[in-house]
């Protein structure tokens, strides 16, 4: 799909005028680009509304996280610049509003791009991952004490129970044929079936305790310093909303842990790397250690393996259903994702006593 990208610029206040925009980065959902003006570079995204059916109130939780973090910077008085890339900062639409809605009811955000960081895919070394833990919990650190409750920008994001409802659902339409398919992946995931409510009972019976999250911790959503080496910026914040803590670093596990793509068609270089996963906990902790209870870090390891088969799970109901939600590159795309999360999944599963006892060690 092709967008009047200049037109699109002109309906945002920016520092200069419009030079040329490219499209950028790996995402599955919204259509993003960087954007050049005579003065500044940015990022510009169209926010997908088919997933993100009220985009207003996204941009609710998006102004409101950055601008809580940006007065926690204020706050710590540091006076070196480079701190500010801790939050993005959203531009205003000509009307005043943190979103532009183009012609065709397209809604568009602008932020500025944040300099000499970037991401990754894949994480390379122990070092990486400790500094997109800890700034991922440091980002909830920050919001810890944000004041009142997120918009829900998708119900039930990662109600477990709810996406393998969804996924039977799925098999049970059978859009296309698909299902004789997938019996092995069937099999494992519904094998796991009591597994999946154990995060949502936790919270029914008062030992874990909704915090404001990510949701969706892909460590391609930490910018790494290009310099320090630090986690400085945490992007994508689309689903930041009321969750769990365990959300974020089980996703963390899923996308940090393995030396494979999400979508790797070779199963054999897939597994959980342990010094990754050590270095994952670590960092995080150094941030949302400090509120997290005892029985909160016990189910951190726990979370990986739960994130992992239900975003398995989310692949293949999509994969089932024709390919509807996330945006493939290839046939079968879904379901080569599926089955990485899976073998993935049994890799955390071998490894589980080993990481339990980091957690008992760390304290």
């Known amino acids: 799909m092709e967008f009047d990208l200049s037109s699109v610029a002109a309906g945002f206040v920016l520092d200069g005028g419009f030079v040329s925009a490219e499209r950028f980065g790996t995402g599955h959902?919204?259509?993003?680009?960087?954007?050049?003006?005579t003065n500044q570079t940015y990022i510009l995204q169209r926010i997908n509304t088919t997933i993100f059916k009220q985009p207003e109130l996204l941009m609710d939780n998006f102004v409101r996280v950055c601008s809580h973090i940006e007065g926690k910077i204020a706050a710590e008085k540091k006076i070196d610049p480079a701190s500010r890339r801790r939050a993005l900062q959203v531009m205003r639409s000509r009307e005043g509003n943190p979103f532009y809605r183009d012609e065709n009811?397209?809604?568009?955000?602008?932020?500025?791009?944040?300099?000499?960081?970037?991401?990754y895919d894949i994480l390379e070394t122990p070092q990486q991952a400790y500094a997109a833990a800890a700034a991922f919990g440091n980002f909830q650190l920050d919001l810890a004490d944000m004041p009142g409750r997120l918009n829900e920008t998708i119900a039930d994001f990662h109600h477990t129970p709810k996406r393998l409802a969804a996924l039977e659902a799925a098999l049970a339409a059978d859009v296309k044929g698909r299902a004789k398919e997938v019996q092995p992946e069937l099999d494992y995931i519904f094998s796991n079936r009591e597994e999946y409510s154990l995060l949502i009972d936790g919270m029914?019976?008062?030992?874990?305790?909704?915090r404001t999250t990510h949701n969706d911790t892909k460590l391609n959503n930490v910018l790494i310093d290009d310099v320090t080496g630090e986690g400085i910026c945490v992007i994508d914040?689309?689903?930041?909303?009321?969750?769990?803590?365990?959300y974020d670093f089980g996703d963390m596990v899923r996308t940090g842990t393995s030396p494979?793509?999400?979508?790797?068609?070779?199963?054999?270089?897939?597994?959980?790397?342990?010094?990754?996963?050590?270095?994952?906990?670590?960092?995080?902790?150094?941030?949302?250690?400090?509120?997290l209870?005892?029985?909160?870090?016990?189910?951190?390891?726990?979370?990986?393996?739960?994130?992992?088969?239900?975003?398995?799970?989310?692949f293949l109901t999509d994969y089932l259903a024709g390919d509807v939600y996330f945006k493939i590159h290839r046939e079968k795309h879904?379901?080569?994702r599926?089955?990485?999360?899976?073998?993935?999944?049994?890799?955390?599963?071998?490894?589980?006593?080993?990481?339990?006892?980091?957690?008992?060690?760390?304290?």
């Open 29 to 37: 959902i919204n259509d993003t680009f960087k954007m050049y003006t």
């Open 105 to 119: 009811n397209n809604f568009w955000r602008c932020y500025i791009y944040v300099d000499q960081a970037r991401t």
């Open 204 to 210: 029914d019976k008062g030992e874990l305790f909704e």
């Open 237 to 246: 914040l689309d689903t930041v909303m009321p969750g769990l803590p365990h």
């Open 260 to 291: 494979a793509a999400e979508d790797e068609l070779d199963l054999s270089k897939v597994g959980m790397r342990f010094e990754m996963f050590d270095a994952l906990l670590r960092g995080f902790l150094s941030g949302a250690g400090k509120f």
């Open 293 to 314: 209870n005892p029985r909160e870090k016990e189910l951190l390891p726990f979370s990986g393996k739960l994130i992992t088969l239900e975003i398995g799970i989310r």
């Open 334 to 336: 879904n379901l080569d």
């Open 338 to 363: 599926c089955r990485t999360q899976i073998k993935l999944a049994q890799s955390i599963q071998s490894q589980l006593p080993r990481m339990q006892k980091l957690v008992e060690e760390l304290g």
